[in-house]
């Protein structure tokens, strides 16, 4: 597997998240996949332990990302609406192979979005923990720094 499969696989999850394929996004997370964004504690650090400090976002396996998407398509949450006009860009992919066999794989990312007439975005950089599946990948981590953390109405998965 390569590093171009990976950026093909990064890609894959953007579109899907962008069209909405919850069932097919969910998917490329591994069951016990850690998904976190951690807050910001200055200009200078954010946080670092989600179990002790105060994180925007994390789910300690996929099934808080399934109750996310539970939420959105039962109508039982206001802020679960994921805008219809929303892009996903990624860059800057660097992948290494740990010693198990899985990949260490970083990548910048901008999420365009447009809502109430105003067009805005969110931005950050990306850690992830793939590991090589068939001829595909899992997600078993996904850790996201957001750079632009003034969030003016809300924050989800879908966002970054």
């Known amino acids: ?43 200078l650090e954010h946080t670092t332990d989600p179990k002790a400090q105060m994180s925007l976002l994390y789910y300690s396996d996929r099934s808080g990302l399934e109750d996310r998407v539970f939420r959105i398509r039962t109508d039982k949450s206001a802020a679960c609406k994921p805008l219809p006009r929303t892009m996903h860009e990624i860059t800057n992919v660097i992948a290494e192979q740990d010693e198990h066999g899985n990949y ?23 850690e992830y ?10 997600i078993l981590r996904k850790f996201s720094v957001l750079l632009n953390d003034k969030v003016n109405h809300v924050l989800d998965f879908y966002h970054v």
């Open 1 to 43: 597997m390569s590093v171009e499969s990976i950026r093909q696989f990064l890609y894959k999850k953007s579109l899907l998240c962008d069209q909405k394929k919850w069932d097919e996004y969910i998917e490329l997370f591994d069951e016990n996949s850690e998904f976190h964004i951690p807050q910001w504690e200055s200009e």
């Open 104 to 126: 260490k794989v970083t990548n910048n990312w901008v999420t365009h979005y447009h809502r109430f007439e105003v067009s805005d975005y969110f931005y950050g950089r990306s």
């Open 129 to 138: 923990t793939l590991k090589p599946v068939d001829d595909d990948w899992k």
